[in-house]
C-alpha cells in the first residue's frame, strides 16, 4: 500500500491481463504477445496431456480398486481384508515410485514420451488382471 491509499498489486505491473486488455505499443512488442502466445498454447498443451493421463489413471484406479476383493475371493477363497489392504498399499508405494521415475524421464526427454507409454502400461496391466485367474 502506497501513502496515499491507493491499491498496489502485490506482484506488482507484470500481472496477466487478458487478450482483450493487452495494448501493443510497438513491434517488439507485437513480437513479445505472439511469443507469449504460443508459450500459453503450449503450456495448455502440456496441461491438456497430463489432465488425460490422469484421467486415464483414475478410471483404471476405479475399475481396479471397484472389482479387486470379489477378484481376490474367486481366486482364493481363504484371503483376508488385510492382505487386500497390503495389496491397496503396495499400489501406492508402486504409483509413487514410478511418478518418481517418469517424472526424471520427462525432465531428461520429451514429455510426450511418458504420456505415451502410460495408457500403454494401463492396458497391459489390465489386461494381465483380466486373466490373472488363469494364472492363479
Not at 497430463?50 to 481363504?78: C, N, Q
Request: hydrophobic share 40%; net charge negative; proline share 5%.
Amino acid at each position: 500500500m502506497k501513502d496515499n491509499g491507493a491499491y498496489e498489486p502485490i506482484l506488482g505491473d507484470n500481472v496477466y491481463k487478458p487478450d482483450c486488455e493487452r495494448t501493443i505499443n510497438s513491434s517488439d512488442d507485437h513480437q513479445s504477445q505472439l511469443a507469449l502466445s504460443k508459450q500459453e498454447k503450449e503450456k495448455e498443451r502440456t496441461l491438456r496431456l497430463v489432465y488425460y493421463a490422469m484421467l486415464v489413471d483414475v478410471i483404471s484406479l476405479s475399475i481396479l480398486m471397484s472389482s479387486l476383493w470379489p477378484f481376490l475371493k474367486r481366486i482364493d477363497p481363504t484371503v483376508t481384508e488385510s492382505y487386500l489392504g497390503w495389496i491397496n498399499g503396495s499400489y501406492s508405494l508402486a504409483q509413487v515410485i514410478a511418478a518418481i521415475i517418469f517424472g526424471h524421464w520427462c525432465d531428461k526427454r520429451p514429455s510426450i514420451e511418458p504420456l505415451l507409454l502410460s495408457p500403454l502400461l494401463i492396458i497391459i496391466g489390465s489386461c494381465l488382471y483380466s486373466y490373472g485367474e488363469l494364472f492363479g
